[in-house]
């Protein structure tokens, strides 16, 4: 049985009944004491993982036929969901998790039955026999030998920085059986007894202050050969078994986890006094945003496989976003404790019995173990895209094409990224674009005739009142594309001011806007948004007067939404105006694609579509919608830095090789497609909220800043890896900067949004 099949799998032998006698168990163990030191929490785990054996509740993704509960990866996130919000214990070995499903998938019946239960209960430990002092993240270049001997094998060499060795009966190791050297053809699995004569296992002492990991050294160890796993020589491809499950699948429990910790920091920052140190909210905004991007990029992979295609490089995107958010989040709680942090992690005296002390200096290896960050980045940018090696050894198929989602989206979404992507990429000309500098109020006309025929920008927008009632998450998509082309059409301002028509429910106006008006919002704009509450053009008698400045779209608007205040009552009033109404100077925008303008009204007739409070509410609204637009926007001008950044290390050579094979380059490629593809993920998330959900304002907050700081990054960092010729006029670089450095000050400032978010998840604490 394939790897994936094992996960996929639907389930008959476990029935319908599972969630029902799952809940009645947790809430048994949420009645019991929690043990109160390290020795109580393992006897603890140990004795609940039997526990879920003797009640069929043990390994949701397992077959049935070796004792696991053959749950869809639908119920297994169910399943996850549910033992973490109980808090139950993990099983206490770790590594029984990147075995077991090699020994499902390679070993034999006899192996199987040998080896599972005990795994599972947790009656034997296991511990990985990968690494050695000369072998670590090249773990090609492994010298630890076995020698076949009639029906064993002895085994001589050493492994080191192996976790759990000193307390592990078993020890799944990767040996050479073949010739010397960095040929992967000749390494065997085998499954080795800890009690076997010869082996001497010598405790490390971590950073920590524990013994975690050990140093293990094999003198002429015998092996029955009947504890290969697989056939001889074909270890290496069998590892990738344990690695691609450790990877593919720990997202299913790992983020209600992360979550959870977050969560804790959180309230640590409440309970220490910090909760209003802008620095401090900075460092959680940041810490929030990593968290949500592992579970957006998680939840992304989970669809695909449930769709039964491929969930691309997310796996190893989020190893390394994992590890350096761990890492990141634990530095903060360190600081959280204030000067506590001077206490070691056992001292009398220190916070929360020496918690965060001890992960902080645990999380160290978080970097390190299982592939360094440094490896992870070798691997996104070679393995998923396709960069050269920078080992000289070629270039590998990619994974994805850059700068294109890197999980396959849905059947809807990818027939609109396909559509717009020909007909956009058709109409837009670098060189056209340029000559905009000396046309700064003008737009691309046939191309936005084309863009409305096709369902912008309505797409969205209720079937009563002709739009194509699409989820948010396709409009998102949609302007994502038109942004990765620089569409030079002002789709955003339009779509932004269709949000305030359809928070109105201004029937007539939105329908002209849906059938192809352009229409721009005319409100003043400071740091941190929509300024309405003074500056406002006033409204007297119908007829509107005022001024207001830097106007994204105006010059091609037809139609504008204004924010204005009643002349008498002074209360807020939001009416429609037909752009010929007003006066409209053009200004130069710094993004050669957008237009931008001082709307001036002189006694112009308008049409009151909202007052007072209605008005403020349609404003909420609308405010959340725009964020994730101009998200969506930047998310685009993100991924064609990427694209464009990846293609140009791929072709130019310097001393004889492709830049991409550089790490200093390769590894700058691999940032950007973490920082596009999580800003793309936090977005899509965000837009699949609905307006109700008390989440749906924090979570466009943090991916709107998310998004506009990553495309200023990426354009950045895409002019840096082109060099010269990436600062050059003609270069299309320097337009995708001036676009993302337009959109992260047109509506609010990033650092506005996140401060923003955090203060509401920190109220909701106090």
Request: proline share 5%; net charge negative; charged share 20%.
């Amino acid at each position: 049985m394939k790897q994936q099949e094992l996960a996929v799998v639907s389930h008959d032998g476990i029935g319908d009944d599972w969630r029902t006698r799952l809940t009645a168990l947790l809430d048994d163990y949420r009645r019991r004491p929690r043990p109160s030191t390290s020795r109580d929490r393992l006897e603890r785990s140990i004795a609940w993982q039997s526990e879920l054996v003797d009640a069929g509740l043990a390994a949701p993704g397992w077959p049935a036929a070796v004792g696991g509960m053959e749950l869809s990866l639908e119920d297994q996130l169910d399943y996850y969901r549910m033992t973490s919000a109980a808090a139950t214990p993990k099983h206490p070995c770790a590594m029984s998790f990147i075995v077991a499903p090699t020994i499902i998938v390679h070993g034999t019946p006899e192996q199987r039955d040998r080896f599972l239960e005990p795994l599972l209960r947790a009656d034997e430990f296991w511990c990985q026999g990968f690494s050695e002092p000369g072998a670590g993240s090249d773990l090609a270049s492994l010298s630890t030998r076995a020698v076949r001997d009639g029906d064993s094998y002895r085994v001589t060499g050493q492994k080191v920085w192996t976790t759990k060795a000193d307390r592990a009966d078993w020890i799944f190791a990767l040996v050479r059986t073949g010739p010397a050297g960095r040929s992967t053809s000749g390494i065997t699995y085998l499954l080795i007894p800890m009690d076997s004569p010869g082996i001497e296992v010598r405790p490390l002492r971590d950073a920590a202050g524990g013994h975690h990991f050990a140093e293990i050294f094999f003198d002429d160890v015998v092996v029955p050969v009947a504890n290969r796993l697989g056939e001889e020589g074909e270890g290496w491809s069998i590892m990738r078994t344990s690695l691609g499950h450790e990877r593919a699948t720990a997202f299913l429990a790992d983020e209600f986890r992360y979550r959870s910790t977050v969560d804790k920091v959180l309230r640590l920052a409440v309970d220490r006094g910090y909760a209003d140190d802008p620095l401090v909210r900075r460092e959680l905004a940041l810490a929030e945003t990593s968290v949500r991007s592992i579970t957006a990029n998680s939840a992304r992979a989970l669809d695909a496989v449930l769709r039964g295609a491929d969930p691309g490089g997310v796996a190893s995107v989020n190893r390394l976003v994992k590890s350096e958010f761990e890492q990141h989040l634990h530095r903060l709680a360190l600081r959280l404790t204030g000067n506590g942090a001077v206490l070691g992690a056992r001292s009398d005296g220190v916070v929360e019995n020496g918690r965060w002390t001890y992960g902080y200096l645990m999380s160290r290896a978080a970097t390190i173990g299982a592939g360094t960050s440094e490896i992870q980045r070798n691997t996104i940018a070679e393995g998923v895209l396709g960069l050269p090696s920078h080992r000289g050894e070629g270039t590998r198929p990619r994974t994805v094409v850059p700068g294109r989602p890197l999980t396959a989206p849905g059947d809807d979404e990818s027939a609109i990224r396909e559509a717009l992507r020909g007909s956009i990429a058709a109409s837009v000309d670098t060189s056209r674009l340029l000559g905009r500098e000396d046309r700064p109020g003008e737009y691309d006309v046939a191309l936005w005739r084309h863009l409305v025929a096709f369902g912008l920008p309505g797409l969205s927008a209720p079937e009563r009142l002709g739009g194509g009632g699409a989820p948010d998450r396709l409009l998102c998509a949609a302007i994502e594309e038109a942004a990765y082309h620089l569409a030079p059409v002002p789709l955003v301002p339009t779509a932004v001011a269709l949000q305030v028509l359809l928070g109105c429910d201004a029937c007539e106006a939105t329908a002209a806007v849906i059938n192809g008006a352009t229409a721009a919002f005319v409100v003043p704009v400071d740091d941190r948004g929509w300024a309405y509450d003074a500056g406002l053009p006033a409204l007297t008698g119908g007829v509107l007067n005022g001024v207001v400045d830097r106007v994204a779209g105006a010059p091609a608007a037809e139609v504008l939404v204004v924010a204005a205040h009643d002349a008498d009552t002074g209360e807020l009033r939001l009416v429609t105006v037909d752009g010929s109404a007003s006066s409209v100077t053009v200004q130069n925008s710094i993004d050669l694609t957008a237009t931008v303008g001082v709307v001036a009204f002189a006694d112009a007739p308008a049409t009151v579509v909202a007052s007072g409070p209605t008005a403020v509410e349609a404003l909420a609204a609308a405010r959340r919608h725009a964020q994730l637009l101009i998200a969506a926007d930047s998310v685009g001008i993100a991924n064609r830095a990427l694209s464009l950044a990846v293609e140009w290390a791929g072709q130019r050579q310097q001393f004889g090789r492709p830049i991409g094979s550089f790490q200093a380059i390769s590894h700058r490629c691999a940032n950007l497609l973490v920082g596009a593809e999580g800003a793309r993920g936090q977005v899509l998330a965000a837009a699949d909220l609905p307006a109700s959900d008390p989440d749906a304002i924090v979570a466009a907050d943090l991916a709107c800043a998310e998004a506009l700081t990553v495309a200023v990054r990426s354009s950045e960092e895409c002019i840096q890896i082109h060099g010269g010729i990436g600062f050059t006029w003609e270069h299309p670089a320097h337009l995708l900067l001036r676009r993302a450095t337009a959109n992260e000050a047109w509506l609010v400032r990033p650092e506005v949004m996140r401060d923003r978010a955090v203060a509401e998840l920190l109220d909701r604490l106090r």
